[in-house]
């Protein structure tokens, strides 16, 4: 079988999984919007600027990776009921496998936060410029490390019921240690340097930060702010890819994790 | 004659339970590292940035015992109805228990599991304020139970839904339990709202809930509903879920269909 082929049959067979369940769907986007439209605008009338413009694209961001972490959620379900080795059985290369998992994270959180962002635009208009446009394959590309970020709790989670307490733990300390919910100055004067620079490091703070910076007026995006999305991306992409590898190999050779 | 509630049976169930709701110690050191984070880092950053409420981070400590609790409530009904579907409940309907019995049992189970969660997260909030008195943390728990028996039996009465379609009733608890927190004074005051959200949050049991608590310990009552609407809320809440969960658990469920 061809590579390709089988890569895009998996692809598909991980994506009908996760639009499946539609009322979980329907459920997720009420959530996010309530977010918006509750949280955010209530938050406005306590702060001294206006944090729901600053926070709808936040929340954007917060569902794209909740989508590709559940891509990994659905790997750790493979994994514990066989669905994995089924695949391992077939003309399909364990990279190719790798991959297609990678590349179905980062369309599953593209699709979903690519609805939010719909939703986004309607609720804050300054957010509709070229800059949005071109920000949809850097958050396929956050997607797919994101991703990454799910093979690497599979690994280390060592599969069972820890996938669910790591996984929860990671979302919590990324979306906690990024810029997603508050200003950068805040994290600046909060945190001593190095935390500061990690917190700027993380995929999750430079996309939303770009993704804001279409509404900012003092914002300095540049080709710098895409080229570390998409270095430390593809970084993440290759250590999660590699995650993955491993986990085919030991459920290939031992059955299991 | 057969008498009202036998003390052995619930005992020995509740035991059992215990047992199994306390098995995993890396989901209880999870739960307090979670919500010290919450409160450390998201409510250090979140109060930094909010200027029209006084001592905003004590503000949304003792709204995030509130929250931590209310999650502690709306697992205990999931587990209940994740009992169903696994089969269990089915075997202890075949047990010589009652069913009010059984409802009281699972109440118990969900308070001991949420006062033994949140001693630790009530201590941490308490000190940090200045507030800590026994006479404050006894306050607190019984203020935490009043709510989490109301939320338990709320999520216990939805489990009806769970006997038709286990994803609906997912989709509907997931949606009811973000729209109360939301909709909600747990993070942010009533005169913080809209008239449309202030009048939403005003039928939310968990506004009484919150603002109950935040009387009892004296914080910023400024900004609070009045502590007698409160306290009748509360009650009302955790009286009127337990009779709504005791008459759907006589009357309607009888297991689950296997998925």
């Not at chain 2, 699972?106 to 949140?118: A, K, L, S």
């Amino acid at each position: 079988m061809n590579q390709w082929y089988a890569i895009m049959r998996v692809l598909r067979t991980d994506l009908s999984y996760f639009f499946r369940t539609k009322w979980l769907i329907l459920t997720l986007i009420t959530l996010n919007l309530s977010d918006m439209i509750v949280v955010g605008a209530v938050y406005s009338n306590i702060m001294s600027f206006n944090y729901f413009v600053f926070y709808v694209p936040g929340v954007v961001i917060a569902a794209m990776f909740a989508a590709a972490l559940d891509v990994g959620r659905r790997v750790h379900l493979g994994l514990s009921q066989g669905v994995t080795q089924y695949y391992l059985s077939l003309p399909l290369s364990l990279e190719a496998l790798a991959f297609a998992h990678i590349l179905s994270a980062g369309l599953g959180g593209l699709i979903f936060s690519g609805i939010l962002l719909l939703v986004a635009l309607s609720l804050v208009p300054q957010l509709i410029s070229v800059t949005t446009i071109m920000m949809i394959p850097f958050m396929f590309l956050v997607s797919m490390g994101l991703g990454g970020i799910a093979a690497m709790i599979n690994l280390f989670s060592g599969g069972g019921d820890r996938f669910w307490a790591f996984a929860e733990g990671v979302q919590m300390i990324l979306l906690g240690m990024s810029t997603v919910f508050y200003p950068i100055s805040i994290i600046q004067s909060f945190f001593p340097n190095y935390v500061f620079l990690l917190i700027s490091l993380n995929p999750l703070s430079q996309i939303a930060d770009v993704l804001r910076g279409t509404i900012s007026p003092t914002s300095t995006l540049s080709i710098n702010s895409f080229g570390e999305i998409t270095a430390t991306s593809f970084v993440m992409l290759v250590i999660g890819f590699l995650c993955y590898r491993y986990v085919f190999i030991k459920v290939r050779n031992f059955g299991k994790i | 004659m057969r008498t009202v509630f036998n003390s052995h049976q619930i005992v020995t169930l509740l035991k059992f339970d215990l047992r199994e709701s306390f098995n995993s110690v890396l989901w209880v050191g999870y739960s307090w590292i979670y919500f010290l984070f919450q409160l450390f880092i998201y409510g250090s950053l979140i109060s930094r940035l909010v200027v029209t409420v006084q001592h905003y981070f004590f503000y949304y400590g003792t709204g995030l015992i509130i929250l931590s609790s209310f999650n502690i409530a709306s697992w205990a009904g999931r587990r209940f109805v994740e009992g169903a579907h696994e089969g269990r409940l089915r075997y202890i309907l075949s047990l010589p228990i009652g069913r009010s019995e059984f409802f009281v049992e699972q109440i118990c189970v969900g308070v001991t599991v949420n006062i033994v969660r949140m001693l630790p997260p009530i201590m941490i909030v308490l000190l940090l304020s200045g507030l800590f008195s026994w006479i404050n943390v006894i306050s607190t728990l019984l203020v935490l139970t009043l709510v989490a028996i109301g939320i338990m039996g709320l999520m216990i009465s939805l489990s009806v839904i769970a006997f038709k379609s286990f994803d609906i009733y997912s989709a509907i608890v997931a949606s009811l339990s973000a729209l109360l927190i939301r909709f909600s004074t747990i993070s942010y005051p009533i005169s913080a709202m809209n008239s449309l959200y202030a009048h939403i949050s005003l039928t939310n049991p968990l506004s009484y809930g919150a603002d109950l608590l935040r009387h009892v310990l004296g914080i910023d009552t400024s900004l609070l509903l009045a502590p007698y609407l409160s306290i009748s809320m509360v009650v009302a809440l955790c009286v009127g879920t337990l009779f709504l969960g005791i008459f759907f658990i006589s009357k309607f469920v009888e297991g689950v269909k296997s998925s």
